[in-house]
């Protein structure tokens, strides 16, 4: 099962993203955060009962291979993972808590200039981070299927005021998905530009609703130093997060690297500063349509267990 796993997990454009080979004891797989901090305990917690017994516990290549490749949600042994178990165009496994990920109505709530102007009906939400040119309306509008649900823009960092504020909106009248401002754009005049780190962070360390940021990353580029640097000031405070790369289709210029190239320079260089689990990713095109019903799926199984906590 194995080796059908390492054989058919991935198509050719995702195979070079991943060492299937035994893994290099001197480096470290890339992490991203579990969404909560209880679930890496409960995902874990048969290994930590094996520890009390007085045989040490033994770990099955398959589940070696599962914990340094895939991201495996609560209520999955590793050693039980097949290959239909692994969504598409990621390193993410469905586990029971995935649920009904259809969006049937979407609505605008509001736009907050203060993380304590939010929402405060403690329905979960999912933060869209991510630079100001990294596709984040564009996404959003993709996951809803409606056009101009988020604002988008040829000038990043430039499309309304509304874009420099906490936008939330709400998904089924049950939870939310939360427009962050932009972070990194450079074209923006003085008065337009925003102390991302006084004004978004406070939403992060203080916002108990929040299921995970969903960090988007532009595979149509090389890896950039401020995404870097926002991945790791998440991980540092212990934010959730999923890696969402976008622009999947496309390379700029049509030259370059190909986005799979990116994506594997990305958490190579992410994986110098975090030292445990893979992290959740997914590929994603707003143009082809790639990714958009996993990462859906991924959303739903992490809400659910939010909700049952």
Known sequence: MLLQLRSRLFNPSLSSLLNLSSPNPHKTPPFSLSFRASISQNSNSHHASAAKSSRPAVVSEAARFARTVLFVPPGIDPDDITEDMVLPGSNIVLGPYAGDAKIK??????????????????????????????????????????????????????????????????????????????????????????????????????????????????????????????ANWLGRNNIPMTFVFTKCDKMKGGKGRRPDENIRNFQELIAESFRQQHPPWIMTSSVTGLGRDELLLHMSQLRNYWDNE
């Open 105 to 230: 109505e979407v609505d605008f709530v509001k736009s907050s200039n203060r993380p304590k102007d939010c929402p405060k009906d403690d329905r979960p939400e999912f933060a869209m981070l991510g630079r100001s040119n990294v596709g984040k309306s564009s996404l959003i509008n993709f996951l809803v299927r409606k056009k101009d649900v988020a604002l988008t823009s040829k000038k990043p960092g430039l499309t309304f005021m509304k874009t420099q504020l906490i936008n939330h909106f709400l998904v089924n009248k049950s939870w939310y998905i939360v427009d962050l401002p932009g972070y990194g754009f450079a074209n923006a005049p003085d008065s337009a530009r925003m102390d991302w780190s006084s004004f978004t962070k406070g939403y992060f360390l203080n916002r108990e609703s929040l299921v995970s940021v969903l960090l988007l990353i532009d595979a149509s580029v090389p890896p950039q130093k401020i995404d870097l640097d926002c």
